[in-house]
């Protein structure tokens, strides 16, 4: 509670580009259970003499960080390897959305045909108002603010195990005021609560289902 919050902005998105844009399918959305919708994201972290960059796949519903990447490179190649990750931990064969801005690493053909091969839906933001994509504006926040990854100046090596622990404490010891005060974790293994919504001045009034 005593972290001062500090509005930094290094832009990550590169929007101007020949690949096909997708439109947004979760305004308005009802997320009920996890794997319904994952977020994803590219931020800056570190030091500004450093080029560190930071790519997070997240399950909007329980607020886990699915997979992530960090590299000293904007590329296509960072935000495919936090996919693929992502993949990788997937638990559930429900549809699956996955959301993010209209950055070229996302409508890039790799990164596409990866989403089509894993019947993945695509999803984009269709303005520059990061309301759109505020799930993953808020994690990419937490992560920056609470763990104090804008701060460290160290090596892209250094970084990488900073990034482990600090998402292996983020998915087991976090906890989230939407999800009840219940960590990422601990909200990925069930699919009975109804999250908080802010959209709704009286979702927040419902009781909780326990999460053992």
């Not at 894993?118 to 993953?136: F, H, L, R, V």
Request: contains cysteine; charged residues 30%; glycine residues 2%.
């Amino acid at each position: 509670m005593l972290i001062k919050p500090k509005r930094t902005y290094r832009i990550t998105t590169n929007s101007h580009h020949r690949f096909r844009k997708h439109k947004n399918l979760i305004v308005d959305i009802q997320l009920k259970q996890p794997e319904q919708v994952w977020v994803s994201d590219i931020t800056y972290i570190g030091g500004r003499d450093r080029n560190c960059y930071l790519a997070l796949v997240t399950d909007a519903y329980s607020k886990k960080i699915m997979g992530y990447d960090v590299s000293n490179s904007l590329s296509t190649e960072g935000s495919l390897r936090a996919l693929n990750m992502a993949i990788k931990k997937r638990q559930y064969k429900n549809m699956l959305i996955h959301h993010s801005d209209r950055g070229l690493q996302y409508c890039s053909k790799e990164y596409q045909d990866t989403l089509k091969k894993k019947k993945i839906i695509p999803s984009m933001t269709e303005t520059y108002d990061p309301y759109q994509n505020a799930i993953a504006e808020r994690i990419n926040e937490i992560l920056k603010q609470e763990f104090l990854l804008k701060d460290y100046q160290v090596d892209i090596k250094t970084m990488r195990l900073v990034i482990q622990d600090a998402i292996r404490i983020y998915n087991t010891k976090r906890p989230h005021y939407s999800c009840y005060m219940k960590t990422p974790n601990q909200m990925h293994k069930q699919k009975q609560v109804k999250i908080r919504s802010y959209k709704n001045k009286d979702s927040c009034r419902a009781s909780p289902t326990t999460i053992s």
